[in-house]
């Protein structure tokens, strides 16, 4: 298994702590991420044509969720079938084409993993651990592999 029960049974403990407000949190790290890369704002066509400010884009919003809920079920999915499945409203080669075609690169992966995890750090300081760290970042890294494999 490419993650341990306990790394799943993080995950998910502390995604319900985090639910109730997770349209906000996930909004906060894809804010993270434009301070840090402010031209990745620029990869969305929701955002390219849009004139309302990002915090209130709820297209925007909703691809933070994406992120945030595809990350929390691939824990408990790599656990079961060893493998990541993103579901039945999509599949792994059309999020690979979509990426691609809007020019997502490597390092949109990586400074989103970090955004991910300090707004985790920052949404329950007092579950937060190194393994807890690990088990998210597990989880993240194997969904984002299983996409850019189709890039
Ligand atoms: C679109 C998920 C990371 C940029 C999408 C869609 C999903 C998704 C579900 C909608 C696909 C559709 O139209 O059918 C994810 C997941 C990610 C991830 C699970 C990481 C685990 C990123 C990152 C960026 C990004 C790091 C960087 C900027 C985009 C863009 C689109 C998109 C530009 C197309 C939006 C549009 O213009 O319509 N993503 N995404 N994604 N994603 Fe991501």
């Known amino acids: 298994m490419v993650i341990t029960a306990k790394q799943e049974a993080?995950?998910?403990s502390s995604w319900n702590e985090m639910k109730d407000d997770a349209p906000?949190?996930?909004l906060k790290f894809f804010l993270r991420l434009f301070e840090i890369i402010p031209s990745a704002a620029k990869r969305f066509s929701f955002l390219r044509d849009s004139t309302l400010p990002l915090e209130k884009n709820p297209k925007l919003k909703a691809h933070a969720m994406s992120v945030f809920v595809m990350t929390c079920e691939a824990a408990?999915?790599?656990r079961k079938t060893g493998r990541v499945n993103?579901?039945?409203?999509t599949s792994v080669p059309h999020l690979?084409?979509?990426h691609f075609k809007a020019g997502v690169a490597d390092v949109h992966f990586e400074v989103l993993k970090f955004a991910l995890l300090e707004t985790i750090?920052?949404?329950v300081p007092y579950m937060w651990s190194e393994e807890l760290k690990e088990a998210w970042s597990e989880s993240y890294d194997h969904l984002v592999a299983a996409i850019k494999s189709e890039m």
């Open 10 to 12: 993080l995950v998910v």
């Open 24 to 26: 906000t949190f996930a």
């Open 76 to 78: 408990t999915q790599l």
């Open 86 to 89: 993103v579901g039945a409203n």
């Open 96 to 98: 690979a084409s979509v």
């Open 121 to 123: 750090k920052e949404a």
